[in-house]
DNA sequence: TCTGGGGTCCTAGGACCC
DNA sequence: TCTGGGGTCCTAGGACCC
């Protein structure tokens, strides 16, 4: 067993292969030979496609209309959430078996340090293999696994595994792994990093490791050219931490909307900046956090985006001050006729409600709005969220 | 009928304070 | 009649991730 080359790398990132996808097919195994597409809307993007769609080039993120035109054949199925979170549970339920020391990245991906587990389950390549095989038997769906020594290293070499693969990585081969990658490859480093490295004439990962940090550093910044530099050498400095995906406090709630189409008409703009409101609010409140900076954010027809935020006197989870500062960030844009694609609400400077003590300048007024938001929450709770609604959002006329 | 929605973190300039 | 240097907060934008 010596010749298993994995002893020295106890930490596996396990990566769904296709999740979304993977489950569709598991409740409706009719459509296991077809290409599937997961996503839906009409100026939507593609979640997740099986392996069937991707032969034809269909990849996440890429817009439906492209994606319907490069496999007109496929089935799209809209996500099914709830499907999708349980299984998510579950497998995150298995990957506890092994060891306490999993730390939940998604939905769909976890990092696992196994160095405790060895002695009792054997090396980190029989767990990887483990790991695969019950949650094949368990959910029907299969996953791949990296294994390093390294949370990064094991995450790339997760990706090289797929679909349905292990691939491990030990300490004697990470330079011949790594530095023959594109410097597109490595974790934080999108197209624009990559462009930018690239225009440097640094195109794999070697390169990178042999440039001077320093140099690094000019050209993308003091922090990720220091990450960049150790990464290239395969040394991330993390270790992985138990963390369950919905247990830390979230730094800001916000939520979108792409209209259906784009729009410049003010009444239907602020409309939508209560819905938002409402929402966040709502998510706030069922968190019990209150947050201080009221950010919109508007992205225009052209695909361009700005960004406005106002810090308030004191943090709230009130619907409508939310909607108030978001609605007078939006007007002080002066927006004349420009037509619109999304409007965004986000609520940054979270804190515990139960830190937040209240001032109570205009006490009475916003208790009253906090306690209406709170009779509506109960109600919302009884008889579901359509039940009760802001009236500006009763009067729908489209 | 190109390009979602949920987030995190970093940068950079200016205000303001000591 | 000269211009330092931190530290923190606020704002805007941007890159990245799933």
């Known amino acids: 067993m010596r ?119 054997g090396s980190p390549l029989t767990i990887a293999e483990w790991l695969r095989a019950t949650v094949h038997d368990e959910q029907g769906i299969t996953c791949s696994v990296g294994v390093a020594a390294a949370m990064t290293l094991a995450k790339m070499a997760s990706r090289r595994a797929k679909p349905d693969g ?74 992985v931490v138990e963390r369950r995906g919905e247990d830390e406090p979230d730094r800001s709630m916000g939520a979108n909307e792409t209209f259906g189409r784009d729009t410049d008409d003010r009444e239907v703009i602020a409309r939508e900046l209560l819905r938002l409101s409402a929402r966040v609010a709502g998510r706030m409140r069922a968190a019990e956090v209150a947050g201080r900076t009221v950010t919109v954010r508007v992205r225009f027809a052209d695909f361009t985006t700005i960004t406005r935020s106002r810090t308030l006197p004191e943090a709230t989870d009130v619907t409508q001050e939310i909607y108030h500062a978001a609605l007078r960030l939006y007007d002080g ?34 208790h009253g709005w906090s306690e209406a938001d709170r009779a509506v929450d109960r109600a919302r709770l009884r008889f579901g969220s359509a039940a009760v609604q802001p009236a500006a959002l009763l009067a729908d006329p489209a």
């Open 3 to 121: 010749l298993d080359p994995s002893w020295d790398a106890p930490v596996l990132h396990v990566d769904m292969d296709a999740f979304y996808a993977s489950v569709a097919l598991r409740e409706r195994p009719e459509l296991r030979d077809v290409p599937v597409i997961v996503g839906g809307g009409h100026r939507g993007v593609v979640l997740s496609a099986n392996y069937l769609a991707r032969e034809y080039g269909v990849r996440s993120a890429l817009p439906m209309t492209r994606a319907r035109r490069l496999c007109p054949h496929a089935v799209v199925v809209p996500p099914d959430y709830d499907t999708v979170t349980a299984v998510s549970a579950s497998v995150m339920e298995t990957f506890r078996r092994v060891t306490p020391l999993v730390e939940v990245v998604s939905l769909d991906e976890a990092f696992l340090d196994v160095r405790g587990s060895t002695r009792r389950l």
């Open 166 to 239: 292990v691939l491990v990585v030990p300490p004697t081969e990470v330079t011949s792994f790594l530095h023959p990658l594109d410097v597109g490859e490595l974790w934080g480093v999108g197209e624009k990093t990559q462009a930018m490295l690239h225009r440097l004439g640094l195109r794999t990962v070697g390169d990178l490791a042999h440039t001077p940090e320093r140099t690094l550093c000019r050209a993308v910044g003091d922090s990720l050219g220091r990450h960049l530099h150790r990464l290239a050498w395969g040394d991330d400095g993390r270790d």
């Open 333 to 366: 844009l002066g927006l004349q006729r420009a037509r619109l694609r999304l409007v965004g609400v986000r609520v940054e400077g979270l804190t515990p409600r139960a830190t937040v003590h209240r001032q109570g300048v205009l006490g009475e007024r916003e």
